[in-house]
């Protein structure tokens, strides 16, 4: 409108403004970048409400990234004549910070504000007054003086903080939660510096050169300006003033062609960078899926710092072993890095984000995770089919909307009604009149009728093997052409058409799909997280350890396992009453200072004294060896920000006897299954069979046990203590032992009467 109104008044107008442009400078965006600002459009716009703000500022900071901006900016850099105070209403020395602050003209920053301290109030309305000739104001009960150069920024790191009406008006929000495109653009950033440094660094070298030309443009703008204004006769007349437009002017024409070329070769790393942006979309659309997770349990709480080290992990060629595997040819191969690298990310991110969700959201998260790898290829997923295979359920009978099929074709009638509701979808269009012609064929598949199906075969071959899923009716498929494209759409048809034809096989063809698209064994990544290399290569020491878990898991009991293992001194309190609150508080800031580790178990008992917790671990300094480990329940009262910095592992009891086995050996080290005598192991796999099926047998009670008991994976380090000591006892050091020679009875009876 207003542009609108310009062009009817004849106003000269610049098209295409850009904001940025126009309220900062390109040294002032060097400068900034500089010092830790992360270089996307969003943070620019932050910064310039930073610079240009008439009531104090109160940023929204979830990943931190704006506090480590500003203290490096004022306390790293040398053209900053303050320093900043770091401080939160915690911190017993925060009056002495603030009136040190608006007395020497300090800037200071306070950290979580979610409630603001009255004492603020003067300040945040900047109630000063003049008192013989100097500026005061007046704080609590105090009046100190007040410098011009004050400044204060506040800051939070909860992105659902409400609040008050009065507190709005009286400052500037700042909001550096990360958008899409913003995050896209510093992924973009992280993998160029990563797989092209040398684009990078001729770019980088680009835009500071561009910065600096048009720095001198402004400035020969000013000099014509100054020239003018000192004209004191006739312009024509004033050779000095003419001979000094003409150099500007020549000057000028040299900067705006540099400034050209140096334009036409930007473009041609713009190239460059669209082949690396199916990355950066990727990256983006996996945090905010990871994002959108909170809305289906309070657990799921995930922040960008994490997200980042995910992508930082996947693009270092140290921790990534795919592509140190490459051969030497192979790694100078841009694409087939670029491929290998993106499903890293994808592996990545269901690794370490999956082992915080429950097992019956393992199978959604990595659905979704295929729709975002196929968003950004021509065979993406249709909207409408994946709608329906969410949405869609049974809603009950209607004569009028069931399909025409022959009565030999066996589906109950909920089946029918989501049937009629599929074959409106454009992909299963032929899907009825197939059915109609081909009546035998279903009827097979419905019934599960495979003629070469073994009957000795154990429910695990035939999930192998796909019963049902590689021997599904084909024909009715629409062909789209692209061979691969068709392979993966109708693998995801499938999945649709299963859910209202054979639901039984819904999650081995949902496997099957996930597989194809994201590579085999993908769902199978998760089925072992390893505690050891969580601790020792994903936490730091600032990131607390929060261990999940359910009846018939013993979380603490593997803590301490590894701790004597690398042999760190632990300690381990309980807490749940307010005498533990002082222990565990001495206990942390001692282990911070030494490198200890602390082990803190039902935490979900003290959830305001967690909150307190949170809030003293992000400014808490801390030994490099240092870890604190969290045993909980589930509990929804734990603050989402605990939660959100945390590094999160739920265990749950496995699924299936073959896991609950695998979970078992994972957590036995390798010395102690290859002591002598070799019999040994064989007994460990005996126990280990044994105690899987005592814990399958406990998701079926009261069929399987007459109620749920607490058997736990310490009862199988018990059983072991007592194997190895009757083992010990016969084998003498021996490197073999007869079994004739064991005492079964005793074991047995042991394990009867006094483990299980």
Not at 131 to 150: L, Q, Y
Not at 246 to 254: M, P
Request: include cysteine.
């Amino acid at each position: 409108m207003w542009i609108e109104q310009l062009y009817n008044y004849n106003v000269e107008t610049k098209e295409n403004l850009n904001l940025i442009q126009y309220l900062s400078n390109p040294s002032q965006k060097l400068e900034w970048t500089a010092h830790r600002l992360p270089n996307d459009t969003l943070c620019f716009e932050n910064a310039i409400m930073m610079t240009r703000f008439n009531r104090y500022p109160l940023m929204i900071d979830p990943s931190g990234q704006a506090v480590s901006f500003l203290m490096d900016f004022f306390n790293n850099n040398k053209n900053s004549k303050r320093k900043m105070i770091r401080t939160s209403f915690l911190d017993s020395a925060f009056l002495k910070h603030l009136e040190s602050a608006l007395r020497f003209g300090n800037a200071l920053l306070v950290e979580d504000v979610e409630n603001i301290d009255p004492v603020l109030n003067s300040v945040l309305n900047r109630e000063i007054f003049k008192s013989g000739g100097r500026i005061m104001i007046t704080v609590g009960a105090k009046e100190i003086d007040f410098s011009p150069h004050f400044t204060i920024f506040l800051s939070t790191r909860d992105p659902a903080c409400h609040f008050t009406p009065d507190l709005c008006s009286r400052v500037t929000f700042v909001n550096f939660s990360a958008t899409q495109a913003s995050l896209a653009s510093q992924c973009m950033n992280k993998i160029l510096k990563s797989e092209r440094p040398d684009i990078d660094r001729k770019r980088s070298d680009l835009l500071k050169l561009q910065g600096e030309f048009k720095v001198q443009l402004r400035k020969l703008e000013d000099d014509v300006l100054v020239a003018l204004n000192s004209v004191k006769t006739n312009i024509l007349e004033d050779d000095a003033v003419m001979e000094s437009l003409e150099t500007l002017k020549k000057n000028s024409n040299e900067i705006t062609q540099k400034m050209r070329e140096s334009e036409e070769v930007m473009e041609t790393f713009t190239e460059v960078a669209l082949m690396y942006g199916t990355f950066s979309q990727c990256s983006a659309r996996i945090y905010f899926t990871l994002e959108e997770l909170s809305t289906t349990h309070f657990l799921y709480q995930f922040s960008l710092p994490f997200f980042l080290q995910i992508v930082d992990d996947t693009l270092d060629e140290n921790r990534n072993e795919e592509l140190s595997s490459l051969s030497p040819v192979d790694k100078k191969d841009s694409i087939k890095r670029l491929d290998i690298v993106t499903v890293s990310l994808f592996k990545t991110a269901f690794m370490r984000a999956g082992r915080s969700l429950l097992q019956k959201d393992h199978a959604a998260f990595a659905l979704r995770l295929a729709q975002v790898y196929l968003q950004s290829s021509p065979d993406r997923i249709d909207l409408g089919e994946m709608n329906f295979f969410l949405k869609v359920k049974d809603a009950g009978f209607d004569a009028e909307a069931t399909p025409n099929l022959p009565s030999t074709v066996p589906l109950q009638r909920s089946q029918l009604v989501m049937l009629n509701k599929l074959t409106k979808l454009a992909g299963f269009k032929a899907l009825l009149e197939h059915m109609q012609t081909n009546e035998d064929i279903w009827r097979k598949f419905i019934l599960g009728d495979e003629s070469t199906e073994k009957v000795d075969e154990t429910m695990d071959e035939k999930k192998s093997k796909n019963v049902g899923v590689t021997s599904f009716p084909s024909g009715w498929e629409v062909d789209t052409g692209e061979s691969q494209q068709n392979l993966q759409r109708h693998l995801f048809q499938r999945v649709v058409l299963t859910k209202v034809l054979r639901p039984e096989l819904l999650e081995s063809v949902t496997r099957e799909f996930i597989d194809s698209v994201l590579g085999a064994g993908f769902c199978d990544i998760l089925s072992n997280p390893s505690l050891d290399s969580i601790v020792l290569q994903e936490t730091h020491s600032s990131t607390p350890l929060l261990l999940v878990t359910f009846p018939g898991y013993d979380a603490s009991f593997r803590v301490t396992s590894l701790a004597s293992r690398l042999d760190k001194k632990v300690c381990m309190l309980a807490m749940g009453s307010p005498e533990g609150f002082a222990s565990a508080d001495a206990a942390i800031n001692l282990a911070a200072r030494r490198g200890n580790w602390i082990l803190l178990t039902n935490v979900h008992l003290a959830p305001s004294w967690l909150s307190s917790l949170e809030k003293r671990l992000h400014r808490l300094e801390t030994h490099r060896d240092f870890r604190i480990f969290l045993t909980m329940e589930l509990n929804p009262k734990v603050p989402a920000n605990l939660v959100r910095m945390s590094n999160v592992v739920i265990f749950e009891p496995p699924r299936g006897i073959k896991s609950s086995m695998v979970r078992i050996f994972s957590s036995l080290h390798k010395n102690q299954v290859d002591k002598a005598p070799a019999e040994r192991s064989r007994l460990y796999f005996l126990l280990a069979w044994l105690h899987s099926i005592i814990l399958e047998r406990l998701r079926y009670a009261p069929v399987g046990w007459t109620k749920t008991f607490e058997f736990s994976e310490a009862d199988y380090r018990c059983a072991t203590n007592i194997v190895d000591e009757w083992v010990d006892k016969v084998a003498q050091g021996r490197l073999n032992v007869k079994p004739s020679q064991l005492p079964w009875g005793a074991i047995r009876t042991s394990l009867k009467t006094v483990v299980y």
